[in-house]
């Protein structure tokens, strides 16, 4: 054992020698190459004397990037994260700097712009540099491997070993449909998910159908903590209070988990001994990195920030991003280019703060998510679920089917490759889960389509002024023609001015290819006939526009109805899959309708855009032409893939239906893993009152524990 340990400490100096002396030449060959850095004194010096100062250089700025770093970045986190991975640079470049005074006689000199760039250089060859050795002997990988396991372990705890019970990873990719899924794997694009559904692979593949609000709010909501009701939309109002509910907004993800909690009385799929990562809800984990709901908290730990901490505790894993980041950023500026030169359609504007938003989605939260599932495999935690974004953002604007979206698949594949790698050497057995949230279905948008977005339209339905846009277009002029003869009143032309009407301004809010519309006048859930009374045109505008499939709203003669175009009234008991116009929309559209109908906060008139069965397309009511949020085509449509050797989400001939079904699989396969026959367990009160606040009071780790190390030990993705 004492030989292993020398032999251990002998790499490991080799291993320092040879970073030292790479970084030792590069610094040499950039003060060669750049005239604002130089590493000689006035007079000149011998090279001997240069190679010196290079070495004495580039060891301070490695002993600095190693000692300092962790607590400036520490000391950073109260800056947004995304202004933290463009500050990377400036803050390696200042260490440079600090250590170019460092060397004696004042032979080092460099501007800052020039230290920026040297910094990078040399962060960037040392990276690679260590990560060549490292890999080069597969015994001394899995060595390193298997003593952070080791020292991982002995600090949380647990020593479960390979041969106790396996533990789940469940890695959710955002917005792959079932579909394009099967196809990249088929066609090469995904390699490892080829591997894994070949002929006498280790997994299966089954698609399942969402609710009508096929987003990642409710989809998500329902898998983590085993319910979505009430959860019409990605946003919608809710006129008690006079607010508008966001997914995607800190607060009301942490409202929508607390009612999730209080409905349930569980605390959430990840409460024993859990992780969630990258995600909008805490799923009842304890340790918890880049969730959203604990965004709203305040206290230690407690910022979705502080999971970015281990990553970029290293200056190498700073530096890679970093460069990745900006990588992105060209090449989004580049495709979005070139989609314009070849005027793409349907196309929709990338400029802005996009390409940098797209860069952040894509390269940074990609990599620390999954540098945290790898530091929780380490640990060997018992259920890991983490949400990896990049195609769902991609998709948006570039189309679901477009090249931009294909490569993505190729570089989340490699993620997946090096999570199965990594399990290899974890100090417990792991089962790899991949689902999706939902899909997304392709299609010009409906401001793109008809010239007028859907606000512009209700509001000509309501009589109420449009924008001098929509006023152009031959729908617009079309809608406010109709509202004038309903309400007896001459075309603007005649009377050269628009009438605002006495009744409040609509609310209306869109998701995907689902609108709501609410109106804040009328108090509780509008009905037709009280719409028809102050908006006479307005329902009758929206059903008859093509651009729309159908709405749905309340009657106080017939209960609740669906309209359509040509008059078309079907009350919602009523309503069949296949029939009417529900036909498009496939099967399970009139039991998600009916469900949605039954929530508290449904808005007062619920907009479905048209779908077109041919080719799958919708119309999204935002600036998306790939869309997900309601019914028609692919975003309906998620999957689920599992190991064979747990057990089957379905019978055979029946359909894996809504998100909360697939928590209830999903905990079932949690209980296998343990030895449990049964999933019906309820978790203890503490233990849901913890879930429902988001996290105890020392904040667990708040994710700061996300990577495994601070030296880089673990890997990452490129």
């Known amino acids: ?175 792959v449909g079932h579909d394009i899924l099967a196809r990249a794997a088929d066609t090469g694009l995904m390699p490892t998910v080829a591997r894994w559904l070949t002929d006498g692979g280790s997994h299966r593949l089954t698609p399942w159908r969402t609710d009508w609000s096929s987003q990642t709010g409710a989809s998500q909501l329902g898998i983590l903590h085993g319910s979505n009701h009430d959860v019409p939309a990605f946003r919608w109002y809710e006129k008690e209070t006079g607010d508008v509910m966001v997914s995607s907004r800190p607060a009301s993800a942490l409202e929508l988990q607390r009612r999730a909690v209080a409905r349930t009385r569980d605390g959430g799929l990840l409460t024993v001994d859990g992780a969630s990562r990258g995600n909008l809800f805490s799923g009842g984990a304890g340790q918890l990195a880049l969730v959203l709901s604990m965004a709203a908290r305040r206290g230690k730990g407690r910022r979705s920030r502080a999971g970015y901490f281990a990553y970029f505790s290293d200056p190498a894993n700073a530096v890679r991003t970093a460069l990745s980041f900006a990588a992105e950023v060209c090449r989004e500026i580049g495709e979005s280019t070139r989609a314009r030169i070849r005027r793409d359609t349907p196309r929709i504007k990338r400029g802005g703060l996009y390409p940098f938003i797209r860069a952040f989605a894509t390269v940074v939260e990609r990599d620390v998510v999954v540098a945290a599932v790898i530091g929780d495999m380490f640990a060997g935690r018992t259920a890991v679920y983490a949400d990896l974004v990049a195609y769902d953002e991609v998709a948006h604007h570039s189309g679901p089917h477009s090249r931009d979206a294909e490569k993505l698949l190729g570089r989340l594949d490699r993620c997946l490759a090096l999570i199965a790698k990594v399990a290899e050497h974890t100090p417990r057995r792991y089962r790899i889960v991949l689902l999706s949230d939902h899909g ?103 059903a008859n526009h093509p651009g729309i499939g159908f709405l749905l709203v309340r009657s106080e003669r017939h209960g609740s109805v669906v309209l359509s175009r040509g008059g078309t009234e ?131 780790s708040g994710g700061a524990e996300l990577s495994g190390e601070a030296d880089g030990t673990v890997p990452t993705v490129g």
């Open 440 to 542: 997304q279905s392709p299609g010009e948008t409906f401001a793109g389509a008809y010239g007028l977005t859907l606000k512009d339209l209700v509001r000509a339905g309501c009589g109420l002024p449009v924008s001098r846009r929509a006023q152009r277009t031959r729908s617009g002029s079309e809608a406010r023609d109709a509202v004038r003869i309903a309400l007896h009143r001459r075309p603007v032309e005649e009377t050269g001015a628009e009438h605002r009407t006495e009744p409040s301004d609509p609310v209306v809010l869109a998701s995907g290819n689902l609108g709501l519309i609410s109106f804040p006048d009328i108090e509780g859930r509008a009905s037709r006939e009280q719409l028809d009374r102050s908006r006479p045109a307005l329902l009758g505008t929206l």
């Open 570 to 700: 079907i009350p919602v008991r009523e309503l069949r899959d296949g029939e009417g116009p529900l036909a498009p929309f496939g099967p399970g559209a009139a039991a998600a309708i009916r469900r949605t109908d039954t929530f508290p906060h449904v808005a007062d008139v619920m907009v479905n855009s048209m779908h077109d069965p041919a080719t799958g397309t919708v119309h999204a009511f935002e600036e998306q032409i790939g869309s997900h949020g309601g019914l028609g085509g692919a975003q309906s449509r998620p999957f689920l893939l599992w190991p064979t050797d747990l057990s089957s989400p379905v019978a055979d001939g029946t359909e894996l239906v809504g998100a909360e079904r697939v928590h209830r699989v999903l905990r079932g396969w949690l209980g296998e893993c343990a030895g449990r026959r049964t999933s019906a367990t309820r978790t203890p009160a503490t233990v849901v009152r913890y879930a429902a606040d988001g996290a105890d009071g020392a904040g667990r």
């Open 1 to 175: 054992m004492g030989d292993g340990r020398w032999r251990t400490a002998g790499n490991a100096l080799m291993r320092v020698a040879v970073v030292w002396a790479v970084s030792t030449l590069t610094m040499l060959v950039l003060a060669g190459v750049l005239p604002e850095f130089r590493l000689q004194s006035d007079d000149g010096d011998s090279i001997t004397k240069t190679a010196f100062t290079a070495a004495w250089g580039a060891g301070a700025f490695g002993l600095l990037s190693a000692l300092v770093w962790p607590l400036l970045v520490r000391a950073l986190l109260i800056v947004p994260a995304l202004v933290l991975g463009l500050l990377v640079f400036f803050l390696n470049g200042s260490l440079l700097l600090v250590a170019l005074r460092l060397i004696p006689d004042g032979r080092g000199a460099a501007d800052p712009q020039t230290a920026v760039v040297v910094a990078a250089a040399m962060s960037a060859v040392a990276s690679a540099t260590s990560t060549a050795l490292a890999v080069r002997d597969d015994n001394a990988y899995r060595r390193r491997l298997s003593r952070l396991a080791d020292r991982r372990r002995r600090r949380s705890g647990h020593d479960h070993g390979r041969c106790g019970p396996p533990g789940i990873v469940f890695i959710q990719l955002d917005g």
